[in-house]
């Protein structure tokens, strides 16, 4: 019997077949082959589910107490500490340094013995002075003595001359001779005075060899060592530098943007270097009409000058009755502007956008509920005092309630939680 023919529709079922049978060889052969498939299809069908049918997780919230305590409104500066009152003990007068009475950190009182120079020089001009005075004065007494003479012979050429017992020109030559005679005493005692004059100098000059301080207070510097010569002539030479310690002023750089905003009397507190958590009291005295740089300020501005920023001097002043402040400590000022004890607050970074027509009127999400199935309400809160780190809670929050600040994946307060995914 006649063989039917091959139908071609069927080849390639038997084709695919047999490919299906050379590949389950291969996978008995090989088995670990079907775990890479089996891995490589799971990854593959996990990766699609979760991004393009898979919820996004709810964003974590970050939240914050409304919690009671104080908040102020504060100026901060840097600035360095320095004597309220520092005098540089000079001399008036030149020559060696014999002597110093004090060394460094004496505490010294008004007229105190800080020094001797030596006097050699002064004191010898204070004797030719005194000589030269003793001489004006003898001489004065022979003036006054010769004016006696003069003044009787005149009365006696007068006396002879009214009577016609004495000539005229007599008579002239003894009123002549009486006036040299008064002139003379008048210029002895004018001699006089200026040689006592120069005497009280010099008497001075020998006084100036002696240094005393002119102040009660510390010595906080010697500077000029015994055995230095100084000399006044050119500019005063300063000894040792005293000063009061028991207050001392705070000299801080306030910029131009907040000089508007601080007024002398206002309180203020400050920290140093090796006490950062210690705040020490302080009172504004004033600000200083002229900037930081006014020595090189030349009364003209220009695009270098105008671009930079403007510090004026703050002067505060401090107790140091315990001597713990020391000069050019390096000082963190902060002036109260304003302050409030005791009041709810919460984070600045909570607050949303301000409420139209209500004066100081915010909204805040308040969070309500366990982590991770946190419900969120805005809510309509009025602030008070906000230094833009804390806020004043006036109304509209209870304490312990939880404001939202943000969420972990970095939104803000005033934004709105992350719907899922688009593509």
Same mark, same amino acid.
């Given at each position: 019997m006649r063989r039917a023919p091959r139908s071609d529709s069927c080849w390639p079922i038997r084709l695919e077949q047999h490919t299906l049978n050379n590949m389950w060889k291969k996978i008995k052969a090989h088995p670990w082959w079907t775990l890479l498939a089996l891995v490589l299809l799971a990854l593959a069908g996990w990766f699609v589910y979760t991004q393009w049918f898979a919820k996004p997780p709810a964003p974590t919230l970050i939240t914050a107490p409304v919690e009671r305590g104080d908040i102020e409104d504060a100026v901060l500066a840097s600035g360095t500490i320095q004597a309220a009152r520092l005098v540089n003990v000079g001399s008036q007068a030149s020559g060696q340094v014999k002597k110093l009475h004090v060394k460094l950190g004496d505490v010294v009182q008004v007229g105190q013995h800080i020094a001797d120079i030596d006097a050699t020089t002064q004191q010898n001009n204070l004797k030719d002075a005194q000589a030269a005075l003793t001489s004006?004065?003898?001489?004065?007494?022979?003036?006054?003595?010769?004016?006696?003479?003069?003044?009787?012979?005149?009365?006696?050429?007068?006396? +002879?001359?009214?009577?016609?017992?004495?000539?005229? =020109?007599?008579? !002239?030559?003894?009123? !002549?001779?009486?006036?040299?005679? !008064? =002139?003379?005493?008048?210029?002895?005692? =004018?001699?006089?005075?200026?040689?006592?004059?120069?005497?009280? *100098?010099?008497?001075? @000059?020998?006084?100036?060899? %002696?240094?005393?301080?002119?102040? *009660?207070g510390t010595v906080v510097a010697i500077v000029t060592e015994e055995g230095q010569t100084v000399n006044a002539n050119q500019t005063a030479p300063t000894i040792v530098k005293v000063a009061q310690l028991d207050t001392m002023t705070i000299q801080a750089q306030i910029s131009e943007a907040d000089v508007p905003?601080?007024?002398?009397? #206002?309180?203020?507190?400050?920290?140093?270097?090796?006490?950062?958590?210690?705040?020490?009291?302080? /009172?504004?005295?004033?600000?200083?009409?002229?900037?930081?740089? #006014?020595?090189?300020?030349?009364?003209?501005?220009?695009?270098? /000058?105008?671009? @930079?920023?403007?510090?004026?001097?703050?002067?505060?002043?401090?107790?140091?009755?315990?001597?713990?402040?020391?000069?050019? +400590?390096?000082?963190?000022? /902060?002036?109260?502007?304003?302050?409030?004890? @005791?009041?709810? =607050?919460?984070?600045?970074?909570?607050?949303?956008?301000?409420?139209?027509?209500?004066? %100081?009127?915010?909204?805040? %999400?308040?969070? /309500?509920?366990a982590k991770g199935e946190q419900t969120v309400a805005e809510r309509q809160v009025k602030i008070g005092l906000n230094n833009r780190v804390q806020a004043e809670v006036v109304s509209g929050l209870k304490e312990g309630e939880q404001v939202v600040v943000g969420d972990a994946s970095g939104g803000k307060a005033s934004g709105q939680l992350r719907g899922p995914r688009m593509f």
């Amino acid at each position: 019997m006649r063989r039917a023919p091959r139908s071609d529709s069927c080849w390639p079922i038997r084709l695919e077949q047999h490919t299906l049978n050379n590949m389950w060889k291969k996978i008995k052969a090989h088995p670990w082959w079907t775990l890479l498939a089996l891995v490589l299809l799971a990854l593959a069908g996990w990766f699609v589910y979760t991004q393009w049918f898979a919820k996004p997780p709810a964003p974590t919230l970050i939240t914050a107490p409304v919690e009671r305590g104080d908040i102020e409104d504060a100026v901060l500066a840097s600035g360095t500490i320095q004597a309220a009152r520092l005098v540089n003990v000079g001399s008036q007068a030149s020559g060696q340094v014999k002597k110093l009475h004090v060394k460094l950190g004496d505490v010294v009182q008004v007229g105190q013995h800080i020094a001797d120079i030596d006097a050699t020089t002064q004191q010898n001009n204070l004797k030719d002075a005194q000589a030269a005075l003793t001489s004006a004065r003898a001489q004065r007494g022979a003036r006054e003595a010769a004016l006696v003479k003069a003044r009787a012979e005149f009365t006696r050429q007068k006396y +002879m001359y009214e009577r016609d017992a004495a000539s005229k =020109a007599d008579y !002239q030559a003894a009123q !002549q001779t009486l006036a040299v005679a !008064q =002139a003379d005493l008048k210029a002895a005692d =004018a001699q006089i005075a200026q040689y006592a004059v120069r005497a009280q *100098t010099a008497q001075a @000059n020998v006084g100036y060899t %002696r240094i005393t301080s002119p102040t *009660t207070g510390t010595v906080v510097a010697i500077v000029t060592e015994e055995g230095q010569t100084v000399n006044a002539n050119q500019t005063a030479p300063t000894i040792v530098k005293v000063a009061q310690l028991d207050t001392m002023t705070i000299q801080a750089q306030i910029s131009e943007a907040d000089v508007p905003r601080v007024k002398p009397g #206002m309180s203020a507190y400050f920290t140093i270097l090796g006490e950062p958590e210690h705040n020490y009291p302080a /009172t504004l005295r004033s600000v200083e009409p002229g900037p930081i740089d #006014m020595t090189s300020y030349e009364g003209k501005a220009t695009a270098s /000058t105008s671009s @930079n920023a403007v510090y004026y001097n703050g002067l505060l002043d401090a107790p140091n009755a315990d001597g713990k402040l020391r000069i050019q +400590m390096t000082a963190q000022v /902060t002036i109260v502007l304003q302050q409030a004890k @005791n009041v709810l =607050a919460i984070p600045a970074g909570a607050l949303g956008k301000r409420v139209k027509g209500q004066e %100081r009127t915010y909204t805040v %999400r308040v969070a /309500t509920g366990a982590k991770g199935e946190q419900t969120v309400a805005e809510r309509q809160v009025k602030i008070g005092l906000n230094n833009r780190v804390q806020a004043e809670v006036v109304s509209g929050l209870k304490e312990g309630e939880q404001v939202v600040v943000g969420d972990a994946s970095g939104g803000k307060a005033s934004g709105q939680l992350r719907g899922p995914r688009m593509f």
